[in-house]
């Protein structure tokens, strides 16, 4: 903790804007939206099926966008990025308040994918990898506790929202807090932060953007095909564990309400396991802890399959936390050490459009093995799987790479 508290101390301008620019993004986030399923599905008369693709769609379609519009970073200043990606979030608040047919949900949906799931981490994360080398793990974790403050924090706003205001007054909110809170504070942060953060790489003067490597070098490195079943394979199963939460809740014979307590545990795991990280990542480098990154993962759904009661929720909400904690400084500092940082924007943004696809999947792939009668032991078996072939793909990529 000291560590953490000494490299605050001197970069903590760069750090809350890392930290902020995450949370904001929460509201795009398959947690967050969740909470407002029944009340959409009731006031648009949509069946659950409809209501599930139009999020699928919307998702899908924030993917393609980030392969496209993810590079700029490289290329704009950067108060100019995150300001434009935190407009098009307060743009999507908005039309999810005047949602009144499906087609104006799929757009709200579209826009809050993009914005808050995609481009606000993707500023944030870019950012920190991009700035900070020796200290990279740190400043990942510390940028992305500010999910875990979301998980633990707005899930409870947006209830009390709800029952003050109504699901669409609580959209006017989060939308009013753009303009107020997130673009001024960053705009003061940025100012504060080094001069050079505020100079796309691609009009440095040094040779670091012609140095690094980009998309299509990556998408030619088989290595990187061997590591992408690993990098991507948290964010799949714990978005279809979300989106079916109902599924489990049945299986288990569990309380909604228990559940939903759980969530603080999941929160600090969360932020625990990614402060720990963070360091081991300084110490040991991204690519050498690859193959480990799903043990907690894979002990959550054993967890899950194996066992019955109610201890099994806090217990695998622990474990669920300490998975997405850890994926986050790991899977981070790895681009940046592999392929430079120069060109990181561009391949961050392919990336996440990866990550992005793969959570529109698995919510339809998890209801349909769902709805063809799999059990509980059966689907998070076959993930246990799935998880053991990704790791064991993942040694013979890049924690076999040796970097000057």
């Known amino acids: 903790m000291t560590l953490y508290l000494q490299f605050i101390r001197r970069n903590w301008p760069l750090l809350c804007f890392g930290f902020v620019s995450i949370f904001w993004g929460n509201f795009g986030q398959s947690f967050f939206v969740s909470w407002y399923g029944a009340h959409i599905q009731e006031s648009l008369g949509l069946s659950a099926a409809l209501y599930g693709s139009l999020y699928s769609a919307g998702t899908l379609g924030s993917a393609l966008t980030i392969m496209a519009v993810g590079g700029l ?4 200043p950067l108060q100019r990025f995150a300001a434009a990606a935190g407009a098009g ?25 993009l914005c808050g799931q995609g481009l606000l ?12 080398d020796g200290d990279r793990g740190k400043a990942l974790s510390l940028s992305a506790s500010g999910v875990p403050l979301g998980e633990i924090i707005l899930p409870l ?11 669409r007054g609580s959209w006017l909110v989060f939308a009013a807090s753009v303009p107020l809170l997130y673009i001024p504070l960053i705009l003061y942060l940025l100012r504060r932060a080094p001069e050079d953060t505020n100079t796309p790489p691609a009009q440095q003067t040094n040779a670091t953007h012609d140095t690094s490597k980009g998309r299509r070098y990556m998408l030619r490195d088989y290595r990187f095909w061997l590591a992408l079943p690993t990098v991507l394979t948290a964010p799949f199963i714990v978005t279809g564990i979300f989106i079916q939460q109902s599924f489990i809740l049945t299986a288990k014979n569990w309380d909604p309400l228990w559940l939903a307590s759980c969530f603080i545990m999941y929160g600090a795991a969360h932020w625990l396991a990614s402060l720990f990280a963070g360091v081991l990542v300084d110490l040991f480098s991204a690519r050498r802890l690859l193959p480990f990154m799903q ?15 109610q201890w099994v929720a806090p217990v695998f909400m622990i474990l669920l936390g300490s998975t997405i904690g850890v994926v986050g400084p790991i899977t981070g500092s790895l681009w940046a050490e592999v392929y430079g940082i120069g060109k990181l924007g561009s391949l961050r943004s392919l990336l996440t459009a990866f990550m992005v696809l793969s959570t529109a999947i698995s919510p339809v792939l998890f209801g349909v093995l769902i709805d063809a009668g799999i059990s ?4 998070f078996g076959s993930c246990i799987l799935g998880a053991l072939a990704a790791s ?11 970097l000057d």
């Not at 970073?73 to 704009?76: A, S, T």
């Open 73 to 76: 970073i490289d290329r704009w």
């Open 157 to 167: 706003l947006a209830v009390a929202l709800i029952a003050a205001v109504g699901w």
């Open 121 to 132: 981490p993707h500023t944030a994360q870019t950012t920190m990898a991009r700035y900070f």
């Open 376 to 379: 509980v032991d059966g689907l």
């Open 295 to 309: 043990l907690p993962l894979i002990a959550a759904l054993a967890v899950l399959a194996l066992y019955n009661g």
């Open 392 to 402: 064991a793909l993942v040694i013979f990529s890049y924690p076999r790479l040796k």
């Open 89 to 113: 979030l307060m743009l999507a608040c908005l039309i999810m308040l005047l949602s009144y047919h499906a087609l104006t949900l799929l757009l709200g949906f579209y826009l809050l994918r």
